[in-house]
């Protein structure tokens, strides 16, 4: 139990388009989740919180334009890097949290290639 | 300032070579301490949450501990499929926060 699924897991984009990551908890409700970033040898940093039918909470420093966030369902939130540029190109892991003594639950994660 | 220390940042261990991974951290209040285990091109597995100083829980051969200032992840004969990087993350008490801090953690490889 307490799965939550990410997709895709790899995205290569041309600079200036538009990229959405999907996070779906898979067997339980998640009114909350997270989205984070992590660059090579670095630590994971929170870029927002996702809440189920209201605004996400972005940390101080993310552009909320640049990174749409929607969480629609209580299953469902996704990122949208819009407008990519090659310094986007990151690994991006979403998380929720399951309770049950499962901590916080992350997603496979997604790397995205910006060209 | 950092506030998840994680020490050291990469560590090699003969198979069976026990060891400790460190952790310290600097928060005012702390609602929980979490360790991770990270696959390359993966997200965090969850391994253990720790709440209070002197607490302590095990999974297999792996042992969390908490004092007021530092965990340790103590791994007890490992295996070379233990290779991972082991993440530590604070969350700060706090109405209504569930914010974690990571460390930048300790990359282990483990030699057959």
């Known amino acids: 139990g307490a799965v939550v699924s990410q997709h895709p897991s790899r995205v290569i984009c041309k600079s200036g388009t538009s990229v959405k990551i999907e996070c779906r908890s898979l067997?339980?409700?998640?009114?909350?989740m997270f989205w984070y970033r992590q660059f090579p040898k670095q630590s994971l940093m929170l870029m927002a919180t996702?809440?189920?039918?209201?605004?996400?909470?972005?940390e101080q420093g993310v552009e909320k334009d640049k990174f749409l966030i929607n969480h629609a369902s209580l299953t469902l939130s996704t990122l949208t890097v819009t407008s990519a540029h090659p310094e986007d190109s990151s690994f991006y892991i979403c998380s929720a949290i399951p309770g049950g003594g499962y901590g916080y639950t992350f997603g496979s994660g997604t790397r995205l290639t910006v060209v | 300032e950092d506030q998840v220390t994680q020490s050291p940042e990469a560590l090699r261990l003969q198979e069976g070579e026990s060891s400790s991974l460190n952790c310290s951290y600097t928060v005012s209040g702390l609602r929980g301490l979490f360790w991770y285990r990270q696959d390359p091109g993966k997200g965090p597995e969850f391994l253990f949450t720790l709440y209070s100083a002197g607490e302590e829980k095990e999974k297999e051969r792996l042992k969390a501990t908490l004092t007021k200032k530092e965990s340790f992840l103590h791994i007890t004969a490992p295996k070379p499929e233990d290779s991972a990087t082991y993440l530590c993350?604070?969350?700060?008490?706090?109405?209504?926060?569930?914010?974690?801090?990571f460390g930048k953690g300790t990359k282990l490889s483990v030699i057959p």
């Open positions: 067997d339980f409700q998640a009114t909350t």
């Open positions: 996702s809440n189920e039918g209201s605004k996400a909470t972005y």
């Open positions: 993350a604070v969350q700060e008490a706090g109405a209504g926060s569930y914010q974690l801090t």
